[in-house]
């Protein structure tokens, strides 16, 4: 009985945290369930969200990615710089974002699985390489003056729905299909669990491990878009510290850091976690020094939660 | 002194009961333990044996009952407090620190120092003694990732003993170990005895049973069977209240005559591991490859998989040359490896049992676009676990809470649905009970009825003769001599394999 009741919290743990973080802040805060509010949460979520799926493929996979906010930052400038009104149609810049991110990615990848080197020194190399990019390729100053059309992703409704939760939601979707339904998503798994193993099951680790990292890329790359037509304006000093966020997320979701298991069901509630409490200490005017010290806490609080078998 | 001494109990563990979420790993059992006994712990594969010593080695806690060491209860916290009692234990799973030296190894956790300040000097030399006095010719200073599994074993069979502790419990022990350092293991545990030591030791090797121990008891699904002196008791005795039944013979009668050749090996060579090996399989032949640890038996069998490929030679499958230089390709022509270690190569411990053995043959339950067909997938997966008596009670479980010899059967089970052409096995029945072993036998027997030709390495002599219809032996990387059926003699292959 007491064994049940444990295996309960211990598989469900996180979600009891957010829900209880939530009851929480509506009581503290009359104004945190209004409609607009719960919206503008899903959107600031948005983009660490989508950045944290890429990074749950990694994590299980036994890697960390550390070059995502520069890789971001990298897809943004670039992207950007192919919006301005007039020149090219929309798809470009999204094409051109896209693929700078998953170029990113998968020199990591290749670098990670064929030469076997620490994904934490690759992608730290990287890190520095895309934001030194982006800034050689801008000068250093942000591009600006971008078409309505490229604009309209970050700043548009549907159905009084932020496009940028939509393209999330999305990215959730297809991202938890692909671990939970495909034998790619198995062969991710077992990679990241036990590599000898998977390659005496016939699994070719190099590819997975490459692929992972391409969408880890391909995903910060998509972020990268989103961030920049939100803001309108292709900065190659954003996203910093992003990649910090998007770790957290997945950690918090249950993850391991030593791979081989984990969800992006996980990672979300990871994500919206660290999200509504963003949110949540704003509406309670709480000091933006204080915040980090409460981010902190919250995020080793929830991990203890889940670690404790 | 002369023990056993039947007079001085120095543990008995009164009613213990352990459930884990969904089963009960033990139920009411009771067990006693007198100075310089050894007693041999069996049953089946599930029944509770690992889990009961877990107790008293402080890594479970248990739900009911008592302990009482040398007279006084105790509660046993943790693996330390354990420690201090005086109980070591040597664990089923080889853990060790494979990138610390032999030495680091035996004293992790109690290094020799001088005011805090770690003495090398010392340790390596409290080591040599000790590995000195269980006559093991291992460097202290090596690295543990160096040594054989069968050294590392041996290693930490030292470090257990090394510990001066009045109760060793061995989990175990012989199964990743050659005979011949089997031999030594007992020579280690004589000399203990006549020290005062107890052991409890767990095998599935009825023969060692009653070689070493003085009583022996029986574990079925969680419940104390019996305790009987090892004088007054005999095989089938044993086997009958294990299983529960009467004991099955444990060789199939082999039947089949062995067809066209369906593998070919020539003059195969891979650095130093081994060199210039020939031989030939046969459609619904079994053949073995016997010899020590390091004879290269493991490395062939892995280079044939293509993992890593042999340097020189030429391998054909079913008449034509191919090219096996990853396990993919091996696959591809229709071979199929269990390997020796499950642990490190043959299972991912953290997912579920339907996960690993789906893992090689996933391909067959998805759709063109990769998406898993996942109710075939299930239905393949328990009609698969159940014709090898899988004991679990769901499919969802992590493989890491099986039982050793439940853990074995999910690598076998995950190549036998591949359906292979050539089954390649590295020691399959290791830390299988006898039971299952039987049913292993059977199903060796069944699938080279249907043509699948199997090449076999294994420490264990009887299984080799019982099994294979030749067998090849190997001595330091080359094949020493060939034996058809009718040449199968115990000693003559001893040997063959013997340096
Ligand atoms: N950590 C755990 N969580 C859940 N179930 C467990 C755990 N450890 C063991 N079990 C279950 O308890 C039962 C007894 O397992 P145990 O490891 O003691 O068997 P055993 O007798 O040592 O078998 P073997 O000969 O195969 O090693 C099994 O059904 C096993 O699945
Ligand atoms: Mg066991």
Redesign the pocket.
């Known amino acids: 009985m007491r064994n049940q009741a444990f295996q309960f919290l211990s598989r469900y743990g996180i979600l009891i945290a957010f829900m209880m973080l939530i009851i929480v802040m509506s009581v503290l805060s009359p104004a945190f369930l209004k409609f607009t509010n719960v919206m503008n949460i899903l959107r600031q979520t948005s983009i660490n969200g989508i950045v944290a799926v890429g990074m749950t493929f990694v994590i299980i996979l036994a890697g960390i990615d550390l070059s995502v906010g520069s890789v971001l930052a990298l897809a943004a400038v670039v992207a950007a710089s192919f919006a301005h009104p007039g020149e090219y149609p929309v798809f470009v810049p999204i094409l051109a974002g896209l693929f700078t991110g998953s170029l990113c990615g998968f020199i990591n990848g290749l670098i990670i699985a064929k030469r076997r080197i620490a994904p934490f020194i690759v992608t730290l190399g990287m890190m520095t390489i895309a934001r030194g990019a982006a800034l050689v390729y801008t000068n250093g100053r942000p591009v600006i003056e971008l078409s309505d059309s490229y604009n309209k992703i970050g700043g548009k409704y549907v159905l009084s729905i932020p496009i940028p939760v939509i393209i999330f939601i999305i990215v959730v979707f297809i991202g938890s299909f692909l671990l939970s339904k495909t034998v790619f998503g198995r062969h991710v798994y077992a990679t990241g669990g036990n590599k000898t193993a998977a390659e005496l099951s016939g699994i070719i680790t190099s590819r997975v491990i490459i692929l992972g990292y391409s969408i880890a890329g391909f995903l910060a790359g998509l972020a990268g878009i989103v961030l920049s037509s939100r803001v309108m304006s292709g900065s190659p000093s954003t996203g910093q510290g992003y990649e910090l966020d998007a770790i957290a997320a997945v950690v918090i979701g249950g993850t391991r850091l030593t791979g081989g298991v984990g969800t992006i069901f996980g990672t979300i509630i990871g994500a919206l976690i660290i999200g509504v409490m963003n949110n949540g200490l704003d509406l309670l005017n709480v000091s933006s020094y204080l915040q980090q010290i409460v981010k902190g806490l919250i995020i080793l609080l929830a991990v203890m939660i889940d670690r404790k078998k | 002194m002369n023990y056993p001494d039947y007079n001085s109990c120095i543990l008995e563990m009164q009613g213990i009961n352990k459930s884990?979420?969904g089963?009960t790993?033990l139920d009411n059992v009771w067990l006693k333990l007198y100075r310089g006994e050894i007693q041999a712990l069996i049953?089946e594969?599930?029944?509770?044996?690992?889990?009961l010593m877990n107790i008293l080695a402080g890594i479970f806690r248990y739900d009911k009952g008592h302990i009482i060491l040398k007279g006084k209860p105790v509660e046993i916290k943790n693996e330390f407090h354990a420690q201090q009692l005086g109980i070591a234990m040597v664990h089923?799973e080889l853990n060790n620190f494979p990138d610390m030296t032999v030495a680091e190894n035996i004293f992790a956790g109690r290094e020799p120092s001088n005011w805090g300040i770690l003495s090398r000097y010392k340790m390596n030399d409290l080591v040599q003694k000790i590995l000195n006095d269980f006559h093991l010719d291992i460097d202290p200073k090596r690295l543990m990732r160096k040594l054989s599994i069968s050294e590392m074993q041996l290693v930490e069979i030292a470090k257990a003993a090394s510990c001066n502790a009045d109760i060793l419990i061995m989990d175990?022990p012989t199964s990743a170990i050659s005979m011949r350092d089997a031999e030594f293991l007992f020579k280690i545990l004589n000399s203990l005895k006549e020290r005062g030591v107890s052991v409890i030791y767990i095998s599935?090797k009825m023969d060692e049973v009653f070689r070493i121990s003085d009583s022996i008891t029986i574990?079925r699904d969680g419940k104390l069977i019996s305790t009987s002196r090892a004088s007054e008791t005999n095989y089938d005795e044993l086997i009958k209240k294990m299983v529960g039944r009467e004991p099955k013979e444990l060789f199939p009668l082999r039947s089949v005559v062995p067809g066209v050749t369906v593998l070919n090996i020539n003059h195969l060579s891979r650095g130093k591991a081994f060199k210039d090996i020939s031989l030939y399989l046969r459609k619904g032949e079994v053949l073995g490859l016997a010899g020590l640890v390091g004879s290269g038996r493991t490395e062939i069998v892995e280079s044939i998989f293509g993992f890593p490929p042999a340097e020189q030679g030429i391998i054909e499958v079913m008449g034509k040359q191919v090219e096996i230089t990853s396990p993919r390709k091996a696959i591809g022509n229709g071979i199929a490896l269990v390997p020796e270690d499950r642990k490190l190569s043959g299972l991912h411990l953290l997912a579920s049992v339907l996960f690993n053995i789906t893992l090689p043959t996933l391909q067959a339950f998805a759709r063109k676009s990769g998406i898993i067909k996942q109710r075939k997938e299930k239905s393949s997966a328990v009609q698969i676990s159940q014709q090898l008596n899988v004991?679990?009670n769901n499919l969802k479980q992590a493989v890491e809470?099986?039982?050793?010899?439940?853990q074995q059967k999910i690598v076998i089970a995950k190549w036998l649905l591949a359906q292979p052409r050539i089954l390649l096995l590295d020691e399959p029945t290791r830390?299988i009970?006898i039971g299952a072993k039987s049913e292993i036998y059977q199903l060796m027997n069944k699938l080279t009825e249907k043509g699948i030709s199997i090449l076999m390495v294994s420490s264990e002599m009887n299984e080799l003769m019982g099994m294979c219809d030749r067998i090849i032996a190997l001595r330091s990387g080359q094949i020493s001599k060939e034996f058809n059926h009718s040449e199968f003699d115990q000693e003559k292959i001893l040997a063959a394999i013997m340096p």
């Open positions: 884990f979420p089963v790993a049953g594969n599930g029944a509770g044996k690992s889990t089923q175990e599935h574990l004991r679990t809470n099986l039982s050793g010899g439940n830390g009970d």
